[in-house]
């Protein structure tokens, strides 16, 4: 398990997302985001040169291999929000995302010292190696020498 104390500002983890297939992009579309860029390819293709994938599910993609490959070993408290996310380009079908977690800040709580917290931001590029998603996320995390949360 990591604890807050495991971490520092500038560390860099790295992971790549799984690519989502036209078919993935519609079906999510239709049940969470039904707008025509998203559920009509020939009407993405006059608008964005192609299907786009939903925001929404970019972002889930994105979070996807951090949340299981990074987060679930950590001691999460819980998470704080999202700062600053933006969607800076479309995700088109059969992309992977290469994705960079950066820990910005480390800090400890004064009025709970169980715990602190720990500020990352996300970097998301296509697979030309342009930002496509963007956001800083801090998150209440334990501390090693003070289990009590």
């Known amino acids: 398990m990591k604890y807050l104390e495991d971490f520092e500002p500038g560390q860099v983890f790295r992971f790549r997302s799984a690519p989502?297939?036209?078919?993935?992009i519609k079906a999510?579309?239709?049940?969470?985001?039904p707008q025509r860029l998203h559920t009509d390819e020939d009407y993405a293709t006059t608008v964005h040169g192609s299907l786009i994938a939903s925001g929404f599910q970019t972002m889930l993609e994105v979070f996807r291999p951090i949340m299981t490959g990074f987060m679930v070993d950590v001691a999460n408290i819980g998470g704080m929000g999202f700062d600053n996310?933006?969607?800076?380009r479309p995700v088109r079908p059969d992309?992977?995302?290469d994705i960079e977690?950066?820990?910005n800040s480390v800090t400890p709580s004064r009025s709970k010292p169980g715990r602190g917290v720990l500020n990352y931001s996300i970097n998301a590029k296509n697979p030309k190696g342009e930002i496509v998603f963007t956001t800083e996320n801090p998150v209440m995390v334990q501390r090693k020498q003070n289990d009590t949360v």
Do not use: G, H, T
């Open 101 to 103: 977690l950066k820990i």
């Open 20 to 24: 989502m297939s036209a078919d993935a």
């Open 95 to 97: 992309e992977p995302l």
């Open 85 to 88: 996310l933006r969607w800076v």
């Open 28 to 33: 999510f579309a239709r049940e969470w985001d």
